[in-house]
């Protein structure tokens, strides 16, 4: 590595936010001091005032497929298709070398599958085009660092399925957060699982599962050599997290991790795909259809997401 990491950086949907907030990130001073950008998306979206600007010229733009015209606001094929070519581009910057870390705007998940990727979203294709079966979402917003068991789907859905794991799957998942959180930095991560009913089940008066299945994964994790509590209430762990009681807590399904993680975030919310042979980092937030194209959308939650990627690249470097 030269002075300065080489990031990709993806423009997501055309038709959201990512475009202007990428082109507002090539203009930001913080971020031209810390990094060289890589831009990939359609040539109409390329911030040229960005790549003038850049200290040195030190700033790039590769061009990707692009609809033939789009509407701003609205879930189209085409845009979807544009993502796609833009994301797949990333990725192979990434895992060559020619980048050291990939960094990606919002992609709208209807837009992909109306473009005919059945995916859940962009951490299943990184996944895929890896060829990797062993990756998790690990959010992250300030000291609170917080890894997914599973990741979109219906509650219903997310629940059934906890409810019918084997204990090896969270210790697997503990296992790699702990893996992640090293290579972050962490040397010695102090880790929590997050209960599943209130109150982590009350002793089994509201509920089951922490007896059946957290308690014998938290004790394999233990016996493995983690360094593990849990399973903690989840009214309280998160808390416990950004006070620095943990390093990391494996909460159980989406909502229960996002919720307080948003509400703490102040734009500076960012999830890393753990289990990539390459790093991985993305902004919290969506596409936001409702104010895309409007000049409204703000940068910094983008710009934080690569300075972190800078300094986490600095790190694993040394």
């Known amino acids: 590595m030269d002075s300065l990491p080489h990031i990709a950086l993806t423009s997501g949907d055309p038709a959201g936010i990512g475009p202007e907030i990428v082109a507002a990130a090539f203009c930001d001073d913080r971020v031209a001091a810390h990094m060289h950008l890589v831009g990939i998306g359609p040539a109409a979206v390329r911030p040229v005032e960005g790549l003038s600007r850049a200290v040195g010229g030190q700033h790039t733009w590769l061009d990707s497929e692009a609809p033939a015209d789009w509407e701003m606001g609205r879930v189209q094929a085409s845009c979807g298709a544009a993502a796609l070519d833009a994301l797949r581009i990333g990725h192979a910057l990434a ?8 960094v990606t705007a919002p992609v709208n998940k209807a837009a992909l ?3 005919g990727e059945d995916a859940e ?3 299943e294709l990184l996944s895929r085009w890896a060829g990797v079966e062993r990756t998790a979402m690990l959010a992250v917003a300030g000291d609170l660092r917080v890894m997914l068991l599973t990741r979109h789907m219906p509650l219903v859905q997310a629940i059934t ?3 019918a794991m084997d204990p090896e799957r969270i210790v697997d998942h503990l296992s790699l957060l702990a893996t992640s959180l090293q290579e972050l930095g962490i040397s ?8 599943l009913n209130p109150h982590a089940g009350e002793q089994g008066l509201l ?5 059946a299945l957290l308690v014998p994964a938290v004790e394999r994790a233990r016996a493995s050599g983690l360094e593990v509590a849990g399973p903690v209430s989840p009214d309280a762990v998160f808390l416990q997290a950004q006070d620095g009681h943990f390093d990391g807590v494996l909460a159980l399904y989406h909502d229960q991790a996002f919720i307080p993680l948003k509400l703490i975030s102040a734009n500076r919310g960012l999830t890393v795909l753990c289990g990539l042979p390459y790093l991985r980092v993305s902004p919290v ?3 936001a259809f409702d ?3 409007q000049g409204t959308a703000s940068s910094e939650n983008l710009v934080h997401a690569l300075l972190q990627t800078a300094e986490w690249c600095r790190s694993r470097a040394e």
């Open 291 to 293: 104010i895309a194209g």
């Open 188 to 195: 010695r991560p102090r880790l929590a699982l997050a209960g």
């Open 285 to 287: 937030h969506g596409t």
């Open 113 to 115: 599958h109306a473009a």
């Open 207 to 211: 509920g089951g599962e922490e007896d």
């Open 95 to 102: 895992a060559a070398g020619e980048a050291h870390a990939l």
């Open 161 to 163: 399925s906890i409810a």
């Open 121 to 123: 979203g962009q951490t």
